[in-house]
């Protein structure tokens, strides 16, 4: 009984080492096809064939010869079939290197069948390289404008935009940068809140949180409060930290004007567009509740909610008021600082808002620029220049167009004695200091833009404002008027400024009018007409004429005495600058004229008929 055993055992080893050898060789083959296949490919692939080779060899080992023969004849056909798909896609790529424009037979044909976002998205890429080195990969005979209109028209296929913003994107970014930011547009920024520092600390809320199943992690170095939430268990707007105020949901961007105002303790401080009242509870905790804190917004529903955060956050030195921000220098004034965040058209936030993407066009952008710089010049009444330790203005906006940041900001330089000052944020990018047509003054370098794409929260920009004279200049009321109003102010302000001066314009006026009463009185009844018609001019120019009649008496006598001489005798220089001063009279009356009642209509005039019958009646009695 020995040897047989032996032999069985000797027959049952020479069929495990098959069986392995047999495991070695379908490995062997199946690796060699699994490197010209994807990862995932070649993952499911080895395993089938790992169980196909278990399989096998409970079988019998003709069975197993087959189907190894055939699975080798079918793996070199896969493979085959593969490496002609690897020529294939080799060839696609060389293709692709030299981009061609679409022909015009085969743009109309996109326009009436269905576009291939694909193919849209590929044509974007190569059309972007094309033009990013546009001398060495252009198609000869194509100009530039051919690929950029190509481009927009892609663009706003695949990313869904009208043309007008597309094109102000194009304007805004490098090509290379702008498919950045279109992508980072359709993604959601992430979740962040501020801990309340009035009643809690970020390390304690932290704690909080992660062991209510929410996963979270410090804001950044930048921010000493913020808190980014990647995903939770339970939601974060209804736990009990929230319900008892330790924490507010409020976007990362949101935090960098607070910043930038930097509040202190026991200072006046306004919030003009305070809703839904996320920058103003962190003003107040920044102050620690000391001071005041005026909380105003345009819109009565919207204050509704910055009551109810007030009252959560457990805020004490706010006062929340409804007033149209353009009209609250009228209400109050002397404020130590005042931010102002400005309704915009909303081109930072596309992310979450996408209706932004088609509802806008020039004339809403104009329209926000226009309503932004009325309210900057209010806020900037606003402050108090003369605060011992304020005199600070920031103006932010969730828009990344030039007409709404810098265009504005310029203009307020123009029209008040602020000057820009560092925000004290240290990233970001330096604002535009000119942009196609536009440019603005050097100092714009100090304010700052965030982008989706470069910072990972929503367009945002910032500006800080230092106030140093209450006065408001003069200028900036000449050139909102025209011309000719101008010219009439400097013309009504120069008698005030300057009292009579040796042989100035001013000398002229009353020897003027000294002339035509002498004429008067000499030439009869056509002079009196003349003076007649002066004094009614007179009488209608509330500002010039009165002023200047009283000047004519005094200055009229002054003349007697230096000269001796008849009034009406002038010098050269005298007849010159009469006419001057006649020239802007002139100009002046005729503008006022029409505003008021005509000469004919004046009740103190004397008619013709009237100065008739006066001139009979005194003949008579002679």
């Given amino acids: 009984p020995e040897p047989n055993v032996w032999a069985g055992c000797s027959n049952g080893s020479s069929s495990l080492r098959r069986s392995r050898r047999e495991k070695q060789t379908l490995q062997c083959q199946v690796s060699k096809n699994l490197w010209e296949l994807l990862p995932i490919e070649r993952a499911a692939k080895k395993e089938k064939k790992l169980k196909e080779s278990m399989a096998l060899s409970s079988d019998d080992d003709d069975d197993d010869d087959d189907e190894m023969e055939e699975d080798g004849d079918d793996d070199e056909q896969k493979s085959d079939a593969d490496m002609d798909e690897e020529d294939g896609i080799q060839t696609n790529t060389d293709d692709v290197d030299n ?72 304007d805004i ?30 390390r304690d809320l ?56 930097s509040p202190q303790e026991g200072e006046l401080v306004l919030d003009m567009s305070s809703a839904p009242g996320g920058k103003t509870s962190y003003m107040a905790q920044l102050m620690r509740n000391t001071g005041v804190i005026v909380a105003n917004d345009a819109n009565a529903e919207r204050l509704k909610s910055v009551v109810g955060n007030l009252h959560r956050l457990g805020v004490t030195n706010a006062v929340v008021c409804n007033y149209d921000g353009r009209q609250f220098p009228k209400v109050m004034g002397g404020f130590d600082r005042v931010l102002l965040d400005a309704p915009c058209s909303g081109t930072g936030v596309i992310a979450k808002d996408p209706a932004v993407k088609t509802s806008k066009n020039e004339a809403d952008i ?48 123009k029209k008040r004695n602020v000057k820009l000052v560092p925000t004290g944020l240290d990233f970001g990018k330096e604002g535009f200091t000119s942009f196609k047509k536009f440019r603005f003054h050097p100092s714009l370098r100090l304010t700052r833009r965030f982008y989706p794409h470069s910072h990972n929260m929503d367009g945002f920009f910032v500006a800080k404002f230092k106030k ?21 102010i400097e013309a ?33 009844t056509t002079a009196a007409k003349k003076s007649a018609n002066v004094k009614t001019k007179g009488q209608q120019n509330s500002q010039t004429g009165p002023k200047k009649a009283k000047i004519a008496k005094m200055d009229g006598e002054t003349v007697k005495k230096a000269h001796g001489k008849n009034p009406a005798m002038k010098t050269p220089e005298q007849t010159n600058a009469s006419k001057t001063v006649k020239k802007d009279g002139s100009r002046f009356e005729k503008k006022q004229t029409k505003k008021g009642k005509s000469p004919l209509k004046m009740k103190n005039r004397m008619g013709k008929n009237k100065f008739k019958k006066m001139k009979h009646k005194l003949q008579k009695n002679k």
């Fill in 492 to 524: 009504t302000d120069s008698p005030k400024d300057k009292p009579s001066k040796g042989k100035t314009t001013k000398e002229t006026v009353p020897a003027k009018t000294d002339a035509v009463k002498q004429k008067a009185k000499t030439n009869g």
């Fill in 173 to 202: 970014f490098p090509l290379s940068e702008l498919v950045d930011f279109l992508e980072a547009n359709e993604i959601q920024r992430p979740v962040t809140i501020r801990t309340n520092t009035l009643k809690t600390r970020r």
């Fill in 468 to 488: 140093f004279s209450n006065v408001i200049p003069s200028a900036s009321v000449g050139k909102d008027e025209t011309t000719e109003g101008a010219e009439a």
């Fill in 206 to 261: 932290a704690q909080a949180l992660i062991n209510r199943g929410v996963n979270l992690d410090p804001l950044g170095k930048w921010s000493k409060v913020g808190l980014v939430i990647y995903d939770s268990s339970v939601p974060v707007g209804a736990t009990p930290e929230y319900l008892a105020g330790h924490y507010m949901l409020q976007g990362a961007s949101s935090f960098l004007p607070v910043m930038a105002l």
């Fill in 99 to 170: 981009f061609r424009l679409p022909s015009a037979e085969e743009s109309e044909k996109e326009g009436v069948l269905s576009v291939d976002l694909k193919t849209v998205h590929q044509r974007i890429k190569d059309n972007i390289d094309v033009l990013c080195n546009f001398s060495a990969k252009r198609e000869e005979g194509k100009d530039r404008a051919e690929y950029l209109s190509l481009l927009k028209k892609d663009l706003c296929t695949y990313y869904s935009y009208n043309d007008f913003l597309i094109e102000k994107l194009m």
């Fill in 366 to 413: 104009l329209r926000s620029a226009h309503l932004q710089k009325e309210l900057l010049l209010s806020a900037i009444d606003s402050v108090n220049a003369t605060s011992a330790s304020g005199g600070y203005l920031v103006y932010c906006t969730c828009s990344i167009t030039v007409e709404e940041n810098e265009w504005v900001v310029d203009y307020a330089l």
